[in-house]
């Protein structure tokens, strides 16, 4: 199984970016897709997480600004941010727990997308 993170780059404050998160390999299901952050630093933090039953749920931080949807036919996984703000700069890591074809469940990382958001 395979995670690509694309989408990063340098913004100016108030301004947007939408990160993706593509799964590939032997998937029978995708149980969760998760954002987490790092900044230099500081710990890795959860950022918005969906789960395959629909729950949501965002970081404080960024509740309102972020957007994290999912196109269940591409295993594909979204990250609208808006209104960035200079402490949302870090390295943006999705990850994914996967059942794969012998229902077994596993838990993968991307290889992180830089954010940096300039004032």
């Known amino acids: 199984v395979q995670l690509q993170a694309s989408g990063g780059g340098l913004v100016q404050a108030g301004g947007s970016l939408r990160l993706s998160c593509a799964v590939s390999g032997s998937i029978y299901r995708i149980n969760s897709m998760t954002w987490y952050r790092q900044a230099p630093g500081k710990q890795r933090e959860l950022v918005a997480g969906?789960?395959?039953?629909?729950?949501?749920n965002y970081a404080d931080a960024v509740k309102g600004r972020f957007t994290i949807s999912r196109d269940n036919a591409k295993n594909t996984v979204y990250l609208q941010m808006n209104s960035l703000k200079p402490e949302d700069t870090a390295t943006y890591y999705c990850q994914t727990e996967i059942v794969n074809e012998f229902r077994l469940t596993y838990s993968f990382w991307g290889q992180g997308t830089q954010v940096t958001v300039s004032s």
């Open positions: 969906s789960t395959s039953g629909g729950s949501i």
